[in-house]
């Protein structure tokens, strides 16, 4: 299992709500959180381990930008979660490169005790501290409420950071390819951005719409990216409580 | 793979609890394991039936030692291990990559690129093995783990020290025949340099995805290995000199380790520092590494439920395909006794097939008896004929794959072996073990020679005969019977071939009598033929696509021959010669008896009997063997029968016997207690007052022999012999 504390100097009692809001997400692409403990005052949560990194380290190990089919299948993927968490009435509200963790299978959307949406009460852009500021709409920014174009926008942002490096990059620093759906995810307006069903659409067309999130068949990957997953699941296998140890 | 856990398998073993099963082989089971610490590893355990077997032990021990020698970074870290414990184990890493077969399976054969930095590094590791004395002696790509940071050798199952005593069974018994170094296939020692050209073997395939010899019969790939010339004609341009040098059939013209590895641009990379090597991988080896590095961690599977023992046999649904055929006959001169046989793993209870069948009653599958624990088991292939095992002194002798073997009787280890290839060219009196001499050699004339039972050499010639070539292959040394020796051979003068008799003591031709020259090309003249009583009696090698064979019967003292005749044969013809005082029986359409004096007809059993479907095969009459006026075979696919050998009437058949299909070309095996045949489920007991079948042990057996002196059942399968208690 993997345990989780509130990050220190945050609001463990914020932190606390949010992991249970989590806990209640059972979609397919979130990363499942399967048990919650502890007090207000020192919550924890516990989720069964598999190997995944998160999206930065993911581009560390590969080396630099991912390459854009597999940024298709990352975006595609995560519009999927989002698409049917939306039908749901659920926001994610906090996309960010951090937050997607990326399995053998595809990504999942993590990111619990970042900023969340409603219905954690007093949640506002305000209190919204340590979440990127680049996955961050601006309507949200401006202290408006948490909604579904939200997480558009913020996948934009994910996109945006696994093809070039950053959140905010020059438009012509964007692959060819996926310029145009990705400045449209970024779009000021929240009336101008697509419904997630639209973004996995340009992405992956022709993929069939259920088959990503949540897939128990591995993806292709870059080799380093692939070294860089089974070395930690070889060193989390071979890690033992030393004191228990023979 | 992992897959679930048999109801029977432990819940732990050692400090390790039992998670699930990654693999079962003829030693032993691996699983997945979990230390109360936490920490996951892959637990290789040895067969409890094998347990009592020191030599495995020891093989498990050295194993354990090989491991810890190569270490992380080129094999699998070692985590803990008890050779001692009642269930051997050994605890190690569980390595996150397919194996190389599995790994070109999934993604195609290997760029350059990834077949040199792949080469280099496994180099690299036999370098470090080879540093500590160890030679693997298995390389192949099953062997061989392809991970995202560089390639990880395990299994050492059969890896030794330089100049330990040979361990594993000898020669061809041993290793993969695809992945074999030449002087290995030749029962000779296999050093480093042998790991060097069985690397270079992984290497072609990991480039193309065929070993340098091809595939085929193990034979075959044998001979290949030994004297043909790898193909190379996939391999990448740039690596075919360096690999054609690896494949040098002369162990001293191929590069050491440390040169092959400079040669493919090994860097010298520490394991930590290889990430660059999954870069050179295809997506599809690389998701096989990954879906590995993720299923370990999903929930392990359910152990399945015991299954539901069956009351009766149950009805045969579908015919399964005959037992291999096996076409070259050999002499049985020495062999102990009739019946062949052998077996491999398991054992099922009677009609146990793993189906439904509800109403069984628990009672009856408790107090049914169970097959023995085998005495020893070793790694000795049974060739295509003459697979008998004979007796000299308290010793065995077998013919295994391409060598002659002495085998300790109570151990089943090897105590000498013996270059001799073809089959027909050795033989024992029960005591002494003779060979011809080799027909490469110069020596223009035949020669009857000793095989020293020290180290297989041969000794000088106990009888020269200049009359005949000694340099044709398929001169037949029959058997040796009171000192004198007898041969089929063709004349030095010209392509007359005859039956000789050579007295051992004084080295001199006793007389010849002419006999038909070989009838198919690539076989003996002779099938199978010994003394019997005052006569020399010969089955002759049927013409290719004949149904016919010669039976002939010679004066034991001056060879005149007494009768001629032909005889009929259905599925394979008789390997072994099946007779007592008065009759040779054979089993084919019908089972017959010939009398020895005259080759008239004695008795005829089974024409127009109901033997029930027999599966569109010609054959309904199995290979007899014949014991204290008995003779025993069986009967189509019904089982079991005695028949009276002076009348030829039935005494008895076996009941209740149903969805077998009976192995007709090996014949039985008859102790005291039990008849042993063979059938599609293994090998059967069946009880001689009973008159049923009591167990089955699962193995594929193509011999079975039985040692009443020592009290032993000889069991040859394709790639291995055990001995089971005789009752």
């Not at chain 1, 020059?170 to 692959?175: D, G, K, L, N, Y």
């Not at chain 2, 020290?454 to 029959?478: R, V």
């Not at chain 2, 006999?515 to 033929?529: I, K, N, R, T, Y």
Request: aromatic residues 6%.
């Amino acid at each position: 299992m993997l345990a989780c504390l509130p990050p220190l100097g945050g609001d463990p009692a914020r932190w606390g709500a949010e992991a249970q809001q989590a806990a209640r997400l059972t979609q397919p692409g979130f990363w499942p959180v399967a048990q919650l403990g502890g007090t207000s005052a020192f919550p924890w949560y516990a989720s069964p381990y598999r190997p995944a990194l998160p999206l930065p380290a993911v581009l560390a190990a590969h080396g630099g930008p991912l390459p854009e089919p597999l940024v298709r299948t990352l975006g595609g993927t995560l519009a999927e979660a989002l698409a049917s968490a939306h039908v749901l009435g659920v926001v994610h509200g906090g996309v960010c490169p951090a937050g997607v963790l990326l399995t053998a299978c595809g990504p999942l959307l993590g990111s619990f005790g970042a900023m969340r949406a409603n219905p954690v009460a007093g949640a506002s852009a305000a209190s919204a501290t340590g979440l990127e500021t680049g996955c961050l709409a601006p309507e949200i920014a401006a202290g408006g409420p948490v909604g579904r174009a939200g997480d558009v926008y913020a996948l934009g942002a994910v996109l945006a950071y696994a093809a070039t490096g950053h959140t905010v990059p020059e438009r012509q620093e964007i692959p060819a390819g996926l310029r145009d759906i990705i400045t449209v995810c970024r779009s000021r307006d929240p009336e101008g951005r697509p419904e997630p069903a639209r973004v996995l659409a340009e992405l992956l067309p022709g993929a069939a719409y259920g088959a990503l999130a949540g897939s128990t068949e591995p993806v292709s990957l870059p080799g380093r990216v692939v070294e860089a997953l089974s070395r930690q699941s070889a060193e989390v296998l071979a890690a033992a409580l030393p004191t228990q140890e023979r | 793979m992992i897959s679930p856990l048999l109801h029977d398998d432990p819940h732990t073993v050692g400090p390790f609890r039992i998670l699930a099963r990654l693999g079962g082989g003829g030693m032993g089971t691996v699983y997945l394991a979990r230390s109360a610490g936490g920490r996951t590893v892959a637990v290789k355990t040895l067969h409890t039936r094998l347990v009592a077997d020191t030599t495995l032990r020891t093989r498990f021990r050295l194993e354990a030692d090989a491991a810890r020698v190569i270490g992380s970074g080129h094999g699998a870290a070692v985590v803990d291990a008890d050779p001692q414990a009642p269930t051997p184990w050994l605890a190690t890493e569980y390595v996150l990559g397919p194996p190389l077969d599995t790994a070109v399976e999934a993604g195609g054969p290997l760029p350059e690129p990834a077949v040199r930095a792949l080469g280099a590094l496994l180099a690299a590791g036999l370098e470090q093995l080879h540093r500590s004395e160890v030679v693997h002696r298995d390389l192949k790509p099953s062997n061989v783990l392809v991970t995202a940071q560089g390639p990880r050798i395990i299994d050492f199952g059969i890896a030794r020290a330089f100049g330990e005593e040979h361990l594993t069974s000898v020669g061809s018994a041993v290793g993969t025949p695809a992945f074999m170094s030449p002087e290995q296939a030749s029962g000779l020692e296999h050093a480093a340099a042998g790991d060097v050209f069985a690397l270079a073997g992984v290497l072609v395939f990991a480039a193309t995805g065929l070993g340098p010899f091809g595939g085929g019969a193990p034979t075959d790939l044998l001979y290949r290995v030994r004297f043909g010339e790898p193909d190379l004609g996939r391999v990448p341009e740039g690596l075919r000199p360096l690999l054609a040098r690896c494949l040098a059939k002369d162990p001293a013209h191929r590069p050491s380790t440390a040169d092959l590895y400079t040669a493919l641009g090994g860097t010298g990379d520490a394991p930590g520092d290889r990430r660059g090597f999954a870069d050179l991988l295809p997506d599809g080896v690389l998701r096989e590494i990954a879906r590995r590095s993720d299923e370990v961690w999903r929930e392990p599977p359910h152990r399945l439920p015991p299954p539901v023992p069956a009351e009766a046999p149950r009805p045969e649904v579908a015919p399964v395909p005959g037992v291999s055929r096996r076409r070259l006959l050999a002499v049985a001169g020495g062999a102990l006794l009739g019946g062949g046989l052998l077996g491999g793993g398991g054992w099922a209870l009677l009609g146990d097939s793993g189906g439904g069948g509800g109403g069984a009653k628990k009672k009856d599958a408790v107090d049914r008896p169970k097959p023995p624990a085998p005495l020893w088991s070793t790694g000795l292939w049974c060739p295509d004929s003459g697979g008998d095992v004979m007796s000299a002194g308290r010793n065995l002798v077998m013919r295994a794959g391409i060598v002659l073997c002495g085998i300790n009787a109570e151990s089943g280890k090897s105590t000498w072996q013996a270059n001799i290839e073809e089959t027909w060219r050795s033989t024992t009196d029960g005591t002494r073990v003779y060979a011809l001499r080799g027909h490469e050699e110069k020596a223009a004339s035949l020669a009857v020679c000793e095989v020293s039972q020290t180290n297989g050499y041969l000794g000088k010639p106990l009888a020269e005969l200049a009359a005949f070539d000694g340099k044709e292959q398929f001169n037949q040394l029959l058997c040796v019977v009171d000192g004198i020796a007898y041969l089929v051979a063709r004349s030095a003068s010209g392509k007359r071939w005859y039956l000789v008799a050579a007295d051992l003591d004084s080295g001199k031709e006793r007389w010849r009598s002419p006999v038909d020259e070989p009838q198919a090309a690539g076989a003996p003249p002779v099938l199978c033929g010994g003394v019997v009583g005052s006569r020399v009696v010969l089955c002759g090698s049927p013409a290719k696509d004949s149904h016919f064979f010669r039976l002939s019967a010679h004066d034991k003292g001056h060879g005149r021959q007494l009768w001629e005749m032909s005889e009929t044969f259905a599925g394979t013809p008789p390997t072994r010669l099946v007779a007592d005082d008065h009759n040779v029986y054979l089993g084919a359409e019908s089972l017959t008896a010939r009398r020895l004096s005259d080759g008239g007809l004695a008795w005829l059993f089974g024409n127009g009997r109901d033997v029930g479907d027999s599966a569109g095969e010609e054959r309904r009459y199995g290979a007899p063997v014949v014991q204290e006026g008995v003779v025993y075979c069986v009967e189509a696919d019904r089982g079991l029968i005695a028949v009276d050998a002076l009348s030829g009437t039935l005494n008895w058949q076996e009941k209740g016997l149903s969805g077998r299909k009976n192995q007709r070309e090996t014949a039985p095996a008859i102790g005291k207690r039990y008849a042993y045949c063979v059938d599609d489920k293994g090998l059967r007991a069946v009880d001689l007052h009973a008159r049923k079948a009591v167990w089955t042990y699962e193995t594929k057996p193509l011999v079975l022999t039985a040692d009443p002196k020592g009290g032993r059942l000889y069991v040859r399968q394709e790639k291995r012999t055990i001995a089971l208690p005789l009752a």
